[in-house]
């Protein structure tokens, strides 16, 4: 019979990561009894790893791999799933001197050519020297990598069938740690190189003064190891902690959500992340008595990362639970991104949620976030939640279009530094130098500001859509709906809007149609393409000729595009605009 990981090791000390790189984290966490756990849909444990198992599972791969004859920092593709092979695989990769690329999971929707085509573009950008996955996936890998200078792809048992020939040449303090791709861009993915200072960094500022982890700590998770806050988040970090920690497959709790919070309370959970979407999964399915026998007062860390960080939200999921033991005072909404490993800023623990209610029209036009009472009037206020202070030895800043540095309640571009952010874009020093600057300042893409130190995100500037956790680049579905007939190129524009109870895309397009007929078969097939493309149901708006604002360099403008459809300047008829909403 399976038994999980014990929560507290005998006789091993707790180390806060103080280690120098991932193998040196493992070897230590392998002289306990904790590790990882898997369990089914049904909510039930199949497969346990103690740590000490993955250290011995990961040397001996590392020693075939080793073998293969590889370049140091060769990529090896691992089809992220949340299996005990993929963190063996990863491991043994950092034994063998070799660079894991954790590729994404196909998804109910998209279909299968855009995933392949995403997989071919991740593998073909880091330059893939080998790729493995399970049996389910092996044929997709397969097909994404025909043609690619690929030598070597197969099945985790393929793998283990390799003679142990090589020897172990474990990574070093100096060298690079992994390649971390968004789950965003198919046209050009840029993957983020992490070194071992920086994983090492981040997570060891992350154990002891984010979550200030303790004797009887035990994480939960049921976050994408392809994402960087499920793979650093729960998964190297934990170990760099000797925490066990106990899985459920990402689509296995889309499908019965309230698992995860039934694995929190059968094993006495304490850390746990969710976007906010995963919260609000739970409220929903906690009707009609599902919940009834949970016992959440285990739980002192319920993180909120990912995405925009929604107080209505978590405070409905906080009423729900709050007979069950739940306390909202341990809701933690952090700010981080892959570029800078994972975590930026924690907020003070047990504080819970603090919010700051935004004069909406004050914003708009001077760009500072001014407080004003609700008055009975919350669609003129703009509720955000403050997302914490810096970890030390790292800086924050938010600056305007000049990059002059603004003060507090001003909204502008964040910029970090510190040991955490990455070495560059993998083979992409152009896109580097555009984020990364030579005094190691990053622009992290996202709008905000600052009180009292504290930060506050209020959008992103990139442009970035981010849907249930999932990140939609526009650029890519503006290309494609512009292959539709009778739409030119330039005339499309994407960005994302909150609706009621949560963000949506909108699609705005220039048309000449003046047909009925025409225009509704052009709606329903750029919705057809949208859903193709991204997964994800939209607004799709047309609207006369030149009705999209471009910039001084020709390139439409997506945030003035936004700001015409919040304002209404497209409500008018095509001609007369009527403004249909598709899905």
């Known amino acids: 019979m399976t038994t999980c990981t014990p ?114 573009g991740l593998m073909k950008a880091a330059d893939i020297s080998a790729a493995v996955s399970s049996s389910d996936f092996i044929d997709l890998l397969r097909e994404a990598s025909h043609g690619l200078p690929i030598h070597f792809i197969g099945t985790h048992q393929d793998f283990s069938n390799l003679s142990s020939h090589g020897q172990l040449k474990p990574l070093e303090e100096n060298e690079p740690a ?46 994408p190891l392809y994402h960087d806050m ?31 919070l039934r694995i929190i309370s059968e094993n006495r959970g ?41 107080a209505d939200i978590l405070e409905r999921f906080a009423e729900t639970f709050q007979s069950l033991g739940y306390d909202s005072n341990s809701f933690l909404p952090s700010y981080g991104l892959a570029e ?20 909406l029209a004050h914003l708009s036009a001077s760009g500072k976030a001014q407080p004003i009472e609700m008055n009975g009037h919350p669609q003129n206020v703009r509720r955000f939640v403050q997302c914490g202070r810096p970890m030390p ?26 040991p955490s952010i990455m070495d560059g874009f993998f083979n992409e020093t152009e896109a580097t130098r555009t984020v990364l600057a030579a005094d190691g300042w990053l622009d992290t893409g996202d709008l905000g500001y600052t009180v009292d130190g504290a930060l506050v995100i209020t959008g992103r500037s990139k442009d970035l859509i981010i849907i249930n956790g999932r990140n939609i680049w526009p650029q890519d579905i503006e290309w494609t709906v512009q292959k539709l007939p009778d739409i030119r190129s330039g005339g499309v524009a994407v960005f994302s809007v909150d609706s009621s109870d949560s963000e949506k895309i909108v699609v705005i397009i220039q048309c000449r149609l003046r047909d009925p007929d025409s225009r509704e ?41 936004r ?21």
């Open 7 to 120: 929560t507290r090791n005998t006789t091993l000390p707790l180390n806060k990561g103080q280690f120098n790189t991932l193998t040196q984290g493992l070897d230590y966490a392998a002289g306990g009894e904790t590790g990882l756990n898997y369990y089914s849909v049904r909510g039930e444990l199949g497969f346990s790893l103690p740590y000490s198992e993955l250290q011995v599972q990961a040397k001996s791969l590392g020693l075939k791999l080793s073998g293969m004859g590889f370049e140091r920092h060769a990529r090896i593709a691992i089809a992220a799933e949340t299996i005990p092979e993929f963190i063996i695989f990863f491991f043994a990769c950092q034994y063998a001197g070799l660079l894991p690329v954790p590729l994404p999971l196909p998804h109910s929707l998209g279909g299968k050519e855009t995933f392949v085509g995403r997989l071919r």
């Open 178 to 223: 992994y390649i971390q791709y968004s789950s965003g861009s198919t046209s050009r993915p840029k993957g983020v190189l992490i070194s071992q200072r920086a994983i090492t960094h981040n997570s060891r500022a992350t154990l002891t003064y984010g979550l200030q982890i303790r004797e009887g700590d035990r994480a939960v998770s049921w976050l």
């Open 230 to 260: 499920g793979l650093v988040g729960f998964c190297l970090t934990p170990l760099m902690g000797q925490i066990s920690i106990d899985y459920l497959a990402t689509v296995d709790f889309a499908k019965r959500p309230l698992n995860w």
């Open 270 to 310: 304490t850390i746990s992340f969710s976007p906010p979407f995963g919260y609000e999964l739970c409220h929903l399915r906690a009707a009609n008595g599902r919940a009834s026998g949970l016992d959440l007062s285990s739980w002192r860390i319920a993180g909120v990362g990912g995405d925009m960080v929604r």
């Open 340 to 359: 800078s490993t994972l975590a930026v800023t924690f907020p003070t623990l047990g504080e819970g949620l603090i919010t700051d209610d935004i004069d």
């Open 393 to 418: 030895g790292h800086e924050i800043d938010v600056r305007n279009q000049h990059d002059e540095s603004l003060g507090d309640r001003e909204v502008g571009r964040i910029i970090i530094r510190g």
């Open 521 to 561: 078969e052009l709606k329903r097939k750029a919705h057809a393409t949208v859903r193709t493309v991204a997964g994800v149901d939209c607004d799709v708006l047309l609207v006369p000729s030149g009705s999209i604002p471009i910039t001084s360099s020709g390139k439409i403008s997506r945030s003035a595009t």
């Open 563 to 583: 700001d015409r459809y919040l304002m209404d300047e497209y409500a008018q008829p095509l001609e007369a605009a009527v403004a249909v909403s598709v899905g």
